[in-house]
């Protein structure tokens, strides 16, 4: 899953600073971990234990044209059977949609709540489900993401993967990529952590 909208020229967080409460530093915000195999440059190889995430699908049709955005901060404010205020962490994953399949637009389960047991959610199209571990051929860039960044970032990992003789595992949806955004709109565009993943073919 990733976090941008797909459509050109939207700034995704944008939404995220209409709903309040997603003005502090990224660095107060828990981030999901991984282990760096291989860094060059721009590029690298991690591994991801399992993630539990607040998901729900998305058209990303624009800044939210859909709700998915708005349908997860309400989850984490307390639309959840035990009333529970869920802190915000970073990144947001976003997938686009492809043949088979919706996109889909997730928030990354605080590692406390995770082990707890996320509560379910009242209302809406969100569900809690886990995101399972891998490795991931990443490539990190900044700038506000649109379309055009993405495809373009897209590419040049896919070049280097194909030089390191990286496979992307083919059995998720053709080897399709995510995105994961980590900054608040007040976050300048060169300042900003955007990331590309492939999650890889496993090893044997």
């Known amino acids: 899953m990733s976090c941008v909208p797909f459509s050109s020229g939207v700034d995704f967080w944008s939404v995220a600073g209409q709903a309040g409460g997603m003005a502090q530093p990224k660095d107060e915000y828990e981030t999901a971990r991984y282990k760096v195999l291989i860094s060059d440059g721009k590029f690298e190889v991690r591994d991801y234990p ?27 404010s307390g639309a959840n059977e035990a009333n529970q205020k869920i802190p915000m962490t970073t990144p947001v994953f976003m997938s686009k949609p492809t ?7 997730g928030f990354v389960m605080p590692k406390e709540v995770a082990e707890r047991g996320a509560p379910n959610p009242k209302v809406g199209q969100v569900e809690v489900r886990k995101r399972p571990g891998g490795r991931f051929a990443v490539v990190r860039f900044s700038g506000i993401m649109t379309s055009k960044l993405v495809e373009q970032f897209a590419v040049e990992l896919r070049a280097w993967m194909e030089e390191k003789g990286l496979k992307p595992d083919e059995a998720v949806e053709g080897g399709s990529f995510e995105t994961a955004g980590y900054d608040s709109p007040f976050t300048p565009g060169p300042e900003r952590r955007n990331e590309i993943l492939i999650r890889l073919k496993p090893e044997g």
Request: proline share 0%; glycine share 12%; net charge negative.
């Open 50 to 76: 399992d993630l539990m995430l607040a998901a729900t699908t998305t058209n990303q049709g624009g800044a939210d044209a859909d709700g998915s955005f708005m349908q997860l901060f309400r989850y984490i």
């Open 99 to 105: 043949a088979s399949s919706s996109g889909q637009m």
